[in-house]
């Protein structure tokens, strides 16, 4: 079992250039997150998924989409890159209400927006 | 504003000694509450958690306290090894909830 995997691990992008940040579990799991990091603080929500299909709102969506085609992936697509975009972002997955279960965490991407 | 607090963002130990590393939360419908260890570098990883209707929940080294009545919370590790020198991150759900708010953390140093 790979459990999260993320990538790129690093990327450096210009303002105003997009780009798609891809995450797979392959533990079957039905809850899928995308949370960034910034330095000294907790992470915040960016979106998150329930199943194939279903995408939600987080804390912070502003500036970002994702999809949920499969229960394997859930990629993040920043379009126009802001310097208030860099980050790092980890996605996370569990099996099911986040109330009973803990999620498992990919090694994160550090993006730096430039 | 943050609902879940931790106050401290960095404490040393000695090692073999005990830490405690403390979290205060504002929303008293959080019934589920957790803590993760992260190393530099990696992503979070999971520790142990604590549902509402306990006070104490145990794990080999790692005890949680939960003070509901004061909204606060613990983690004491004893005894402490070099290994528990990461980022610990504090947690909480409203049960049946999708989403967990995360504490800002705080870095924890064994010394030797």
């Known amino acids: 079992n790979a459990g999260v995997t993320q990538t790129p691990k690093f990327r450096i992008l210009k303002i105003g250039q997009s780009m798609t940040l891809q995450c797979a579990q392959d533990?079957?799991?039905?809850?899928m997150y995308w949370y960034r990091q910034d330095p000294g603080m907790g992470l915040k929500l960016i979106y998150y998924?329930?199943?194939?299909?279903?995408?939600d709102k987080g804390e912070v969506p502003n500036g970002y989409n994702v999809s949920r085609s499969t229960t394997e992936d859930f990629p993040l697509r920043l379009e126009l890159a802001a310097p208030s975009q860099t980050s790092v972002y980890f996605c996370?997955?569990?099996?099911?209400?986040?109330?009973?279960?803990?999620?498992?965490f990919g090694p994160g991407t550090r993006l730096t927006v430039t | 504003d943050q609902q879940v607090k931790q106050n401290s963002p960095s404490l040393s130990v000695q090692e073999g000694r005990i830490s405690i590393l403390n979290c205060d939360y504002t929303?008293?419908?959080?019934?589920?509450f957790l803590w993760y260890k992260k190393y530099p570098a990696e992503g979070p990883t999971f520790l142990i958690s604590?549902?509402?209707?306990?006070d104490k929940n145990e794990d080999g080294r790692f005890t949680v306290f939960l003070n509901k009545s004061a909204k606060h919370l613990s983690l004491h590790i004893v005894p402490s090894q070099p290994g528990d020198s990461a980022v610990y991150f504090c947690a909480a759900s409203i049960d049946r909830d999708d989403k967990i708010i995360f504490g800002k953390g705080t870095r924890l140093h064994i010394l030797p």
């Open positions: 929303n008293s419908m959080f019934d589920y």
């Open positions: 998924s329930v199943g194939a299909g279903i995408t």
């Open positions: 533990m079957n799991h039905n809850y």
């Open positions: 604590i549902s509402s209707i306990k």
């Open positions: 996370a997955s569990s099996f099911g209400t986040v109330g009973s279960y803990e999620q498992y």
